[in-house]
């Protein structure tokens, strides 16, 4: 089970950030997660929007390069000691994480973890023995 | 085709008796209504009795850029200026630009020449020929424009920019044949991407590139992306603009020099020392028959060599590989002498990537660097920083493996690096700011 996120290369330029959340306030589209992620030269934001492919359409018009990928959504408890589990998994089952990022929903009983694996079938199998809830695509964006 | 099947493929003996009675009427015309070039060669103990064969031009002195600027405007044109037709100027970059007059006659040999090069593409009176060559002071428009209408094809003179005119135009004329710098061709391809129009619905079939210096594997994507075949041309204003030599279609595989109306030498591009036919350095031209603006031997700055061997095309003028290099594009960069395009040639061979870039050189202390911008396409983004700065890494480990430099490579967002509609500007140099 995978969410579908968008990624976008920024150049390390002023004001890029801003160009980006504005073409999306201009379309109304709503941010779910975000994370930044930079090297000197260059940064990749991604993000779980409201609306993927339109977010990605409306950026692209814009002159961002945008590519959709695929992560995985582990809902966990809001409480201390839950990323701890879920990373114990992670170990146990030698999952490789590219990146990972978090969010706790709004009604703040439960928190949402992004995953980039390099092999997400096995990591979906590991967290689903272990327990642990797999969001859909359509859970996520409607959070 | 052969537009000038006499001339273009008449045996070397006879193409040698030719130059040498034309070049020896050259010298004596230019020594007798120049003064400066009369001056020169009395400097240099040389008059025009001494030569008595080709090899001869040797002893007459070299003309330059310098020589042009110094006589600025008109003191090299050997007709009084009722007798000019037409004056083309080339933008001065650094100085005064340099000006070069036409006679009627001069007109139309141009016209022929140009007619050779456009039919050595294949192009012929049936087809319809979009002329984005910038019209002006520049000689590529006007040069191209009268050589496809001698030719008998329908010409578009449509001059360079407004690209997506150029691409609705190609539609609604079904232009066959485009005439444009090959940066420019590439802005055009990228131009119908966005606007989603297929290449292979359009009847362009062959593209006629020059006046700027562009590597092999820019060919290669200029032809699979607009589905043409791309042929090179060769041309400079001081010898006549386009038409000084063309690639075949048969071969595209060096451009044959119009031999009988200009004379080529190769020389030394430090000492100007002539070198043996085959030899790379430094390209000269002696124009053999031009009427108002003649030049003796005139150095090019353009890199190149002769090629002896006949083509299978038929032409039995010496050919000139693509020239890639210019003495004065050349970067010497830690030591090491580095052309723009041979940076473009690995930037295309690597797969994914944009066929632009820029580079930019500064000076850090007394030792200089060399920062090559390249575009982040859809194709070879990725959500994971590793994957992207292994592409940064596999462009510098190309470039690293080609010149022995390693260059920063700077990843940047696509449509940054400023798109030509004319000659590209590829290098900028900060280190003499
Ligand atoms: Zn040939």
């Keep these: 089970m995978q969410v579908r996120q968008i990624a976008i290369f920024l150049e390390n330029r002023s004001g890029r950030l801003a160009d980006i959340t504005h073409t999306l306030a201009k379309n109304a589209i709503n941010i779910r997660a975000l994370s930044l992620a930079d090297t000197a030269d260059f940064g990749i934001l991604r993000m779980v929007v409201s609306d993927t492919d339109r977010a990605a359409k409306a950026l692209k018009e814009d002159g961002f390069t945008v590519g959709i990928t695929e992560v995985t959504a582990v809902e966990v408890p809001d409480k201390p000691g839950s990323l701890d589990a879920i990373l114990q998994v992670v170990n146990q089952s030698r999952l490789n ?13 439960t928190g949402l973890l992004l995953f980039r694996f390099d092999n997400p079938k096995t990591a979906c199998r590991a967290f689903a023995e272990a327990g642990f809830k797999l969001l859909s695509d359509e859970e996520v964006h409607q959070l | 085709m052969i537009w000038n099947e006499e001339n273009e493929t008449r045996p070397r003996e006879e193409l040698e008796v030719i130059q040498l009675q034309r070049l020896q009427a050259q010298v004596a015309r230019v020594y007798a209504t120049v003064p400066y070039y009369r001056q020169k060669m009395d400097e240099a103990g040389v008059s025009p009795g001494d030569i008595r064969k080709i090899s001869d031009i040797r002893r007459l002195p ?14 090299l044109f050997t007709v009084p200026m009722e007798r000019i037709v037409r004056i083309h100027a080339s933008s001065g970059t650094t100085g005064k630009p340099t000006v ?28 319809i020929v979009q002329n984005a060559y910038g019209y002006g002071l520049f000689t590529g428009g006007l040069g191209a424009h009268y050589g496809a209408e001698n030719l008998g094809c329908a010409v578009i003179p449509i001059s360079g920019g407004n690209t997506k005119r150029q691409i609705q135009i190609m539609q609604d004329f079904g232009t066959t044949v485009l005439l444009s710098t090959p940066s420019y061709a590439l802005n055009i391809a990228d131009t119908m991407a966005d606007l989603g129009v297929d290449p292979a619905s359009l009847k362009l079939r062959v593209g006629v590139f020059g006046a700027e210096p562009w590597s092999e594997n820019m060919r290669s994507e200029i032809e699979n992306r607009l589905k043409i075949k791309a042929i090179d041309i060769y041309g400079l204003s001081e010898i006549i603009g386009p038409g000084v030599a063309a690639e075949c279609l048969e071969e595209q595989r060096g451009l044959h020099i119009m031999e009988d109306h200009f004379l080529p030498e190769i020389v030394h591009r430090d000492t100007f020392e002539p070198l043996a036919v085959g030899e790379e350095g430094e390209l000269v031209f002696t124009t053999l028959t031009k009427e108002a603006f003649p030049v003796i031997r005139y150095r090019t700055k353009d890199i190149a060599r002769l090629i002896p061997e006949v083509c299978t095309c038929g032409r039995t003028f010496y050919r000139m590989p693509k020239v890639t290099g210019r003495t004065d594009d050349m970067m010497i960069i830690r030591g090491v002498n580095v052309f723009p395009s041979q940076i473009e040639e690995v930037i295309m061979g690597v797969e994914g990537v944009e066929p632009h870039y820029q580079i930019i050189v500064t000076r850090q202390g007394s030792l200089d660097n060399i920062e090559v911008q390249v575009e982040v396409s859809e194709e070879v983004f990725s959500d994971q920083i590793k994957n992207l700065e292994n592409l940064s890494k ?40």
Excluded: H
């Excluded at chain 2, 003309?63 to 003191?75: A, I, S, V």
């Excluded at chain 2, 007059?101 to 009176?125: F, N």
């Excluded at chain 2, 480990?397 to 590829?426: H, N």
């Design chain 2, 100 to 127: 070069v007059g036409y006679t009627k006659r001069d007109l139309k040999l141009w016209a022929e020449l140009m007619s050779r090069t456009l039919s050595a593409a294949g192009v012929t009176s049936r087809d």
């Design chain 2, 62 to 75: 070299f003309t330059t850029k310098e020589d042009l600027r110094q006589n600025y405007p008109f003191g």
């Design chain 1, 97 to 109: 994480v590219e990146y990972m990022y978090a969010f706790t929903k709004q009604s703040g009983e």
């Design chain 2, 394 to 433: 596999r462009v510098q480990g190309s470039i690293k493996d080609l010149l022995g430099i390693t260059c920063k490579i700077s990843l940047v967002e696509p449509k940054t690096i400023q798109r030509s509609e004319g000659k590209a500007q590829r290098v900028i140099d900060r280190r003499k700011i």
